[in-house]
């Protein structure tokens, strides 16, 4: 079974997208091939989607999906006039809402992930400088400026999280390996000890590490497994004795990794 | 007028936070003063949930907005009690969807940005991993692997948008700035003509990029308008001449850079 999907928007289609993939995840089993129509601007492009939708419902054999924010209703009224099964959320729940809030709707494109709010977009490329500067325990300048600190062994994952805190909630992310050195010392480094509030521990499970690593170095004493669950136990131990809060990244998407150190560290974005 | 707003989930919500944002972004001069709720694992946590909603109403005289995606149906039930205006997409849009692919929802919690897929899963820390490696025209090594390949001068907006293809969208993003020599040999590097096809071009306002520049680099030649200009005339001359397809980052997101690219080069993620 297959079915034909289609993200419609006139801005990027990053958020009907998001929308639509929470949904059709609901449905194991059902094959989606999606078709992404952003920027849709005008009469010409509305209806040459239209063809294009009831064009594949044809080639498929099965109603295509439609998932669709346009704010003209103009272009969203072509739209849904394709043989295909529509949902539009924007129209379902922008009357609701506007009579809850007792006002009109702007009706204005792109808000969304425009970039109309310069203060935001600012902060967001700052720290998305300010990570990739402060990634993997390069330099503790600045340091103070985090907005958090992730340790952990190397290869932990704490890169992706730090970028994604960084690109999707313009926050400061550095990150600092857990270190041999810092296990012989028996205690942190002391540029984190300074930024104890802030600190957020990864761990991971020492196979899925050895592993990780063996991508990267096969064969190598710093790939053993043996070597891995010594670090991990040490990592965990020194966490554990200096009260940082922490996490097992093994089994977690970079999402959830990222939504959970917001919640612990009530950071505000 | 300030209105409290809570996005509720049983797992990141980030999906919800932009479902919701996209809506409330449609509402111009109204505060909206945001609460996140992730994670709501049972009873305990959903009544706790509405007992804040509760209280937030009476604190800012307004109804607060609930956004929430609960797949459980009980909990979803729970938070329904709260003295609020709540819109909730899953339950919306699932049953009529159920309806047209005739089957049941799965209902199973984290699907949208859980690790439940490790192909997807391993490809975007790979694409991460990659576009970090092949950042600012640091290496050409493994190029033919890159699913794209910015180029544009220094600090036009490379970086952020290799990053965000490759965290969004798995895709493994290069990037090269185009440099003084570049316009003296007058033409591009061999690495980059080889990989022609990857090419897209990112350019800027010569004010904004003096304004960027400065802020790095205050007072310097590199941040003079004079040299911005010039610099940036000769970018566009050289993608112009080698038929590079190219767009002005100044006034866009990285969202709206990110699925211009994709839509002009025709990815596939």
Same mark, same amino acid.
């Given at each position: 079974?297959?079915?034909?999907?289609?993200?419609?928007?006139?801005?990027?289609?990053?958020?009907?997208?998001?929308?639509?993939?929470?949904?059709?995840?609901?449905?194991?089993?059902?094959?989606?091939?999606?078709?992404?129509?952003?920027?849709?601007?005008?009469?010409?492009?509305?209806?040459?989607?239209?063809?294009?939708?009831?064009?594949?419902? /044809?080639?498929?054999?099965?109603?295509?999906?439609?998932?669709?924010?346009?704010?003209?209703?103009?272009? !969203?009224?072509?739209?849904?006039? !394709?043989?295909?099964?529509?949902?539009?959320?924007?129209?379902?729940?922008?009357?609701?809402?506007?009579?809850?809030?007792?006002?009109?709707?702007?009706?204005?494109?792109?808000?969304?992930?425009?970039?109309? @709010?310069?203060?935001?977009?600012?902060?967001?490329?700052?720290?998305?400088?300010?990570?990739?500067?402060?990634?993997?325990?390069?330099?503790?300048?600045?340091?103070?400026?985090?907005?958090?600190?992730?340790?952990?062994?190397?290869?932990?994952?704490?890169?992706?999280?730090?970028?994604?805190?960084?690109?999707?909630?313009?926050? /400061?992310?550095? @990150?600092?390996?857990?270190?041999?050195?810092?296990?012989?010392?028996?205690?942190?480094?002391?540029?984190?000890?300074?930024?104890?509030?802030?600190?957020?521990?990864?761990?991971? +499970?020492?196979?899925?590490?050895?592993?990780?690593?063996?991508?990267?170095?096969?064969?190598?004493?710093?790939?053993?497994?043996?070597?891995?669950?010594?670090?991990?136990?040490? !990592?965990?131990?020194?966490? /554990?004795?200096?009260?940082?809060?922490?996490?097992?990244?093994?089994?977690?998407?970079? +999402?959830?990794?990222?939504?959970?150190?917001?919640?612990?560290?009530?950071?505000?974005?």
């Amino acid at each position: 079974m297959k079915r034909a999907v289609f993200f419609v928007s006139d801005s990027t289609g990053i958020t009907v997208e998001a929308f639509g993939h929470s949904l059709l995840s609901q449905f194991e089993g059902v094959e989606f091939d999606i078709v992404r129509r952003p920027f849709i601007a005008d009469e010409e492009e509305a209806r040459e989607v239209v063809t294009r939708i009831t064009e594949s419902g /044809k080639t498929t054999g099965a109603r295509p999906l439609v998932f669709t924010t346009l704010i003209d209703p103009h272009l !969203a009224e072509i739209v849904q006039t !394709a043989d295909a099964f529509c949902i539009s959320y924007m129209e379902r729940f922008l009357a609701p809402l506007e009579e809850e809030l007792g006002m009109k709707a702007s009706h204005t494109v792109g808000n969304t992930h425009g970039s109309t @709010n310069s203060v935001n977009y600012n902060k967001r490329i700052d720290a998305i400088n300010y990570t990739l500067a402060h990634d993997d325990g390069v330099t503790d300048r600045d340091l103070n400026e985090a907005d958090v600190v992730l340790i952990g062994v190397s290869r932990c994952g704490k890169t992706p999280t730090s970028l994604y805190l960084a690109m999707q909630f313009g926050l /400061k992310a550095a @990150n600092f390996p857990l270190i041999p050195e810092d296990f012989e010392r028996g205690r942190l480094p002391e540029c984190l000890r300074l930024n104890r509030d802030k600190l957020f521990g990864l761990t991971i +499970e020492p196979e899925r590490l050895a592993q990780i690593r063996a991508e990267r170095r096969p064969n190598s004493q710093y790939a053993s497994l043996v070597n891995c669950r010594q670090e991990v136990a040490k !990592a965990e131990q020194m966490m /554990k004795s200096e009260g940082i809060r922490w996490l097992d990244s093994s089994r977690k998407s970079i +999402e959830e990794i990222a939504a959970t150190i917001l919640r612990e560290l009530q950071l505000q974005t």
